[in-house]
């Protein structure tokens, strides 16, 4: 299984610790992870130009990281996000992404729940383990950034989805509990 990493944080500190944790997590699971670093990547704002939809449908029209990002976060089993959370929601760097990944839904629409949303473009799609980081606990924040990715987890198909948010003075005993909680909640059928 693969799962792919996107490091949504402006620098690497002070979260270093969590990445080693959350991949030496992913590998006793046997998952090949592929960390990609946003803040060291090319990946241009969307145009909102839907070309990726019409003139060149399923990919991006700005060939830079976003497109080559998009496909690959299509093809994972697993895609982790880890940001700091701002307002409670995702870094720039992540946000970029999120809004480059237009191209792997298809422009019609379906119902979803009694709303309205994008039809499928593929077959499957990951799932989705989101982690953020605040500077201190932040009820309100952990809420809005829970809530959103519960939303996006919709938007984009993604079978299951699970979101936690750790303080950055975090001891490490605590952090690897929150992944493991975490994993444990997105791999939940090859464990069951």
Known sequence: MQALVLDGFYSAAPHPEVRYE????????????????????????CRGCFDCWIETPGICIIDDAGRELARRSAQCDLLVQLTPLVFGCYSAE??????????????????????????????????????????QPDAEATEIFTTLVERNALNFHYP?????????????????????????????????
């Open 94 to 135: 992540l946000k970029k992404f999120y809004d480059r990944l237009i191209p792997i839904l298809s422009p019609f629409f379906t119902i979803i729940n009694n709303e309205m949303h994008h039809q499928r473009r593929y077959r499957t799609y990951p799932r989705l383990m989101a982690l953020g980081a605040c500077p």
């Open 160 to 192: 299951i989805a699970a979101a936690g948010v750790y303080d950055i003075n975090s001891d490490q005993s605590t952090l690897a509990s929150l992944l493991s909680d975490l994993l444990a909640q997105v791999t939940q059928e090859e464990q069951g």
């Open 22 to 45: 959350l991949e030496r997590q992913l590998e006793a699971r046997k998952f090949a992870v592929e960390t990609a670093v946003l803040r060291d990547m090319e990946v241009a704002p």
